[in-house]
C-alpha cells in the first residue's frame, strides 16, 4: 500500500522505489578476514575486548572508528622500536626534543618503511603520509536491504567482487554522455534519384545519336555537323555521369577512393562543359564567318579546323587541372565537428563531413569559373552576330542564347548557395548542384536536336536553305560556292 505523501512530498514508497538498485561505497574500517595482526589480535577478538572495556569503564562508542586509533598507536610504537636500531651514535629516545631534526628524520624514515598488519588492514604509508592500503566496501540496496557486492583494495589497485550487481533493465548504464562521429554523406535514396534521372538523360543521348547516324545524309543533319553533334552529345555524357560522381560519397568510400573520385568529377564537369559548349560554339563561329565574309573569296572550314578548336577548349582543361594538381594538390580534410544531441539517450552526435579542398582552391575555381563565364560570353556574341541568318540548319543562335541563358541562371541559382548552405546541409547542396547540371545539360541537348527533329518531320528544309541562299546571293551560279559548301553539299 503506498503511504501518502506529507505535504506534498514524496511517499515512502516512492523513495524506496528511488533507492532501490543504489550502489555505495564505505570505507572498510574493520579487516574481515581471520588474520591475527600484529596486536595479536583477531578482528573477533579485538571487537570482544573493545566491548569488554567499555563495559568496565560504563562507555558505549563504536569499535570500528577505535580501530584507527589503535593501529594509529601500534605504527607509532613499532616505528619509535625500529628508530633504536638508527639514532645517532649516544642518542636515546629520551634525548628527543622538537628541534632536532636528526632524530625527526629517523622517526620519518621508519615510517615510511614501516609495513605490518593491523586491525583496520595493512599499515604502509605512502612519502606524503597517507596510507596506501585503503580498502572500499561496494554495496547495493536491494529489496529493503544492502547486499554486500565487493570490495577495492587500493593496495593491489584490484577489486574483490563477491556478487554481480543487479542492473535495473538488465544492461549496464553509463555514467556520462557518449560521445559517437558520425561522418555526414548524400543519403543513398537521394543518390540514387538522380542518378536515375541521370540514366534517363543518357538514354536521350543515345536517342540523339542513333537519330543522328541514321539520318546523317539528310541536309539538316549534314549542314549541321554531324561529328559536331556526336561531340556535344558526348560533353551532355560527361555531364550526366558527373552527377553520379558528386553524389558518390554516398556509398561510404575510403577517404583515398574520394580523394581520387574528388579529382575526377572535378575534371569531367569541367571537360563536360568544354565539349558539349565548345562543339557548339564551334559550330556557331563557322556559320559566323561565312555569313559576314563580305568577299567574294571562297572560305573553307572543315569540320577538321571545327574539332581543333574543342580540342584546344580541352588542352585548356587538361593543362589547368594538371597545373591545379601538381602545384596545389587536393586532398581530403575532416570538417570541424558540430555536436548534436542525438535522439537515443545518452548520446552525443559529433557530425562531420569529409571535404575535398586545397591550399588555394578558391583560386583555382576562380580561374576556371572565369574561362566558363568568357566562354559563354564569346558563344552570346556569336549567336547575336549570326542572329539574321534564316537558316535554320545552319544558324542555331536563337537556341544558343537559350542555352547560354539556361546556364547563367543555374549558375546563379547553384554556386552561390553551395558556398552559403553548411558543409553538413550535404543533401540540399548536392540536389541543388544536380538539378542545375541535369538542367544545363538536357537544355544544351534540346536546343540542338529538337529542331531537327521538328523541322525534318515538316520536310522545310530544303526550301528555307535554297530561297535564304539565292536571296543572299542571286547573281552567283551555285549559291553554296561563296560559302564554302560545295554543289554536293548543297543539293544532296
Known amino acids: 500500500m503506498n503511504t501518502p505523501p506529507i505535504d506534498g512530498a514524496c511517499s515512502v514508497d516512492d523513495l524506496k522505489a528511488v533507492a532501490n538498485s543504489v550502489i555505495t561505497t564505505s570505507e572498510i574500517r574493520l579487516r574481515e578476514d581471520n588474520i591475527t595482526t600484529l596486536s595479536r589480535y583477531t578482528t573477533a577478538g579485538f571487537v570482544k ?51 632536532d631534526d636528526n632524530m625527526r628524520e629517523v622517526f620519518l624514515q621508519r615510517m615510511r618503511n614501516l609495513s605490518f598488519e593491523g586491525i583496520s588492514g595493512t599499515i604502509i604509508f605512502k612519502d606524503t603520509g597517507d596510507t596506501r592500503a585503503l580498502r572500499t566496501k561496494f554495496r547495493q540496496y536491494k529489496d529493503n536491504a544492502y547486499v554486500d557486492l565487493g570490495y577495492h583494495d587500493s593496495l593491489t589497485s584490484n577489486f574483490y567482487w563477491q556478487k554481480e550487481i543487479a542492473w535495473p533493465g538488465g544492461f549496464i548504464p553509463y555514467d556520462n554522455l557518449r560521445i559517437m562521429d558520425h561522418k555526414l554523406t548524400v543519403s543513398p535514396s537521394v543518390l540514387y534519384i538522380f542518378s536515375s534521372l541521370s540514366g534517363v538523360g543518357m538514354l536521350a543521348t543515345c536517342v540523339c545519336a542513333w537519330f543522328n547516324m541514321v539520318k546523317r545524309n539528310s541536309k539538316i543533319i549534314k549542314m549541321s555537323s554531324p561529328n559536331l553533334n556526336y561531340l556535344i552529345l558526348l560533353g551532355c555524357s560527361l555531364g550526366y555521369i558527373s552527377v553520379v560522381l558528386y553524389g558518390i560519397d554516398a556509398l561510404q568510400p575510403s577517404k583515398e577512393q574520394l580523394q581520387t573520385l574528388c579529382k575526377t568529377k572535378m575534371f569531367v564537369l569541367s571537360l563536360a562543359f568544354s565539349v558539349a559548349f565548345g562543339s557548339l560554339f564551334a559550330k556557331t563561329w563557322r556559320v559566323f564567318v561565312i555569313f559576314t565574309n563580305e568577299t567574294a573569296k571562297k572560305i573553307v572550314i572543315s569540320d577538321k579546323k571545327l574539332l581543333l578548336q ?60 572565369a574561362l566558363k563565364g568568357l566562354v559563354l560570353v564569346f558563344g552570346v556574341f556569336l549567336a547575336w552576330q549570326t542572329r539574321k541568318v534564316s537558316i535554320p540548319a545552319l544558324n542555331d543562335s536563337k537556341y544558343i542564347g537559350f542555352a547560354v541563358y539556361q546556364v547563367m541562371v543555374m549558375c546563379l541559382l547553384g554556386v552561390p548557395p553551395s558556398y552559403v548552405l553548411q558543409a553538413t546541409q550535404q543533401d540540399v547542396r548536392y540536389i541543388l548542384l544536380s538539378i542545375c547540371i541535369l538542367s544545363s545539360t538536357t537544355s544544351t541537348m534540346c536546343v540542338v536536336f529538337i529542331p531537327k527533329f521538328w523541322a ?12 535564304s541562299m539565292l536571296q543572299r546571293n542571286s547573281s552567283t551560279t551555285n549559291p553554296g560556292s561563296k560559302y564554302g559548301m560545295t554543289t554536293e553539299e548543297t543539293e544532296q
Open 49 to 99: 575486548a573493545y566491548t569488554e572495556k567499555e563495559r568496565q569503564l560504563n562507555l558505549t562508542s563504536d569499535p570500528t572508528y577505535a580501530s584507527f586509533t589503535y593501529d594509529s598507536m601500534w605504527a607509532a610504537a613499532v616505528a619509535l622500536n625500529d628508530s633504536l636500531l638508527h639514532l645517532p651514535m649516544g642518542k636515546q629516545l629520551e634525548n628527543f626534543t622538537y628541534t
Open 310 to 369: 574543342v580540342v584546344l577548349f580541352i588542352l585548356v582543361d587538361v593543362i589547368l587541372f594538371l597545373l591545379w594538381f601538381c602545384i596545389d594538390p587536393v586532398k581530403i580534410v575532416e570538417s570541424e565537428h558540430s555536436p548534436n544531441k542525438a535522439n537515443m539517450e545518452d548520446y552525443i552526435l559529433n557530425e562531420y563531413v569529409w571535404i575535398c579542398t586545397s591550399t588555394y582552391a578558391h583560386i583555382w575555381q576562380t580561374v576556371i569559373y
Open 456 to 467: 525534318l518531320k515538316n520536310g522545310k528544309v530544303t526550301n528555307q536553305y535554297t530561297n
